[in-house]
């Protein structure tokens, strides 16, 4: 019968440690998807301010499914008030990202640490 140290975990709390470290995993992946997606939307909208800029010509916005004609101005505070709001956005993404890479950094060592003190599932038998 192994003898069980209380300032080790038990074989449960390592189990749920491992799923936890899984589902922030998973997590982290979204996060990165997400922060991928809303770069291509500031991407895109930079390239939509610069065209605005050099355009000389009739001007259109897509509002929903329609496209309309507009005035240079509101087309460029319209591209504006996107930018803000997706950097914003961004910053949030970005936050939340570095948060979960801290908490999988930190519980992928302790689970670490404890498969190397040997209470892994083959030295808890």
């Known amino acids: 019968m192994p003898t069980t140290n209380p ?20 997590q982290l992946r ?19 301010k610069a065209e605005i800029e050099k355009a000389t010509g009739k001007v259109y916005i897509s509002v ?12 460029a505070a ?9 950097d914003v956005r961004l910053q949030s993404a970005n936050k ?5 890479k801290t908490r999988e950094k930190q519980l992928g060592e302790k689970i670490t640490q404890v498969y190397q003190q040997g209470r892994g599932p083959q030295g808890a038998q």
């Not at 929903?64 to 087309?75: F, L, M, Q, R, Y």
């Not at 319209?78 to 997706?86: F, G």
């Open 7 to 26: 300032s080790q975990p038990s074989e449960q709390e390592i189990e749920k440690m491992v799923r936890e470290y899984q589902m922030l995993q998973e």
């Open 30 to 48: 979204n996060a990165a998807l997400q922060l991928d997606q809303l770069q291509n939307v500031k991407a895109d909208l930079e390239r939509a």
């Open 64 to 75: 929903g499914s329609v496209i309309v004609e507009t005035t240079k101005d509101k087309a």
């Open 78 to 86: 319209d591209v504006k008030e996107k930018a803000e709001l997706t």
């Open 96 to 100: 939340q990202y570095t948060e979960l």
